[in-house]
């Protein structure tokens, strides 16, 4: 294993069993609705590709892209960067995200889409740091309750790296010390 990684957290494998788990409830709940799934880039594009080819029923995508962090921690602010192309008045929203971790981010993107007039504003975490919550906010669909740990790969990032990597490995203190 490469140095700068603890321990690999999910694996290839797993990650595939999630996107199929979650695919199909997803398919289920949002059968013969009017579903838009909103990535939040960059770090869930990679999970979204791949949860996408696993739902069954009709969907469109769109893109956000806000932050709140500031190398490994949060900086209690979101910031805005780019805005949905596609009105979401109507829709059913299902955001798609990489991590739950504050919950500082989800909670703005929910309140910003609600005052839209979307139909429903739902959240699928491919992982979720449930002890780390600083926002009151669950998602509706998780892949993987996670420890508070840094984590990288299969999108998440560290300084823009790792995000090819294809499992989750928790990032060695030593590289962000």
Do not use: Q, W
């Not at 199909?24 to 990679?46: F, N, T």
């Not at 960067?81 to 500082?104: A, H, Q, R, T, W």
């Not at 840094?150 to 998440?156: E, H, K, Q, T």
């Amino acid at each position: 294993m490469n140095k700068d990684f603890k321990e690999i957290l999910v694996s290839k494998e797993e990650i595939k069993e999630i996107c199929e788990r979650l695919g199909k409830e997803i398919s289920k709940d949002y059968e013969g609705k009017k579903l838009l799934l909103v990535s939040v880039l960059k770090g869930a594009v990679v999970f979204l590709a791949d949860l996408m080819r696993e739902i069954t029923c009709d969907c469109s995508i769109d893109f956000l892209s806000v932050s709140s962090y500031d190398g490994v921690k949060t900086s209690g602010h979101v910031n805005f960067k780019k805005d949905l192309d596609v009105n979401p008045e109507g829709y059913d929203i299902l955001i798609v995200e990489d991590i739950l971790d504050s919950g500082l981010t989800l909670s703005y993107l929910k309140k910003v889409l609600e005052d839209r007039k979307a139909n429903s504003i739902k959240v699928c975490a491919f992982l979720d740091k449930p002890t780390n919550h600083k926002a009151d906010i669950n998602a509706e669909y998780v892949g993987k309750v996670v420890p508070d740990e840094f984590v990288v790969g299969y999108g998440l990032d560290y300084n823009e790296k790792y995000r090819n990597l294809p499992f989750v490995a928790v990032l060695s203190p030593e590289v962000y010390a």
